[in-house]
């Protein structure tokens, strides 16, 4: 399995940015597509973003499309959340994600999950 740690949230105003990193260790970064997750107390944990192993392929839940960008860099083994336009909706704890295939991601078959990382956007 691969180890995950994300890091990057924090505080901002709405209408602010953050990037969001998840660095990845054990087997081989490059077999594993990423995805990024979100969870509020009270509800489940819920798709935000996914790319495939290769990066070619992005695929966003739509409350977040246009202003999310999910990117990863294989030589360094890292997964990227760009946030654009936040909203106080998107306050949560982000969790990163490795799964066997963007669709599997999707579906939440989660091989290995990041320790997650606190986004609050203020109105």
């Known amino acids: 399995q691969v180890q995950l740690v994300g890091s990057g949230g924090g505080l901002v105003q709405a209408g602010g940015s953050l990037r969001l990193s998840c660095a990845a260790s054990?087997?081989?970064?490059?077999?594993?597509?990423m995805g990024w997750f979100r969870q509020t107390p009270g509800k489940e944990r819920e798709f935000v973003a996914a790319i495939s192993t290769s990066g070619l392929s992005t695929y966003y839940a739509d409350p977040v499309k246009g202003r999310f960008t999910i990117s990863r860099d294989n030589a360094e083994n890292t997964v990227y959340l760009q946030m654009n336009s936040l909203k106080p909706e998107d306050t949560a704890v982000y969790y990163c994600a490795a799964g066997v295939t963007s669709a599997a991601i999707r579906r939440k078959l989660i091989d290995s999950w990041g320790q997650g990382t606190q986004v609050t956007v203020s109105s």
């Open positions: 054990g087997r081989t970064f490059s077999m594993y597509a």
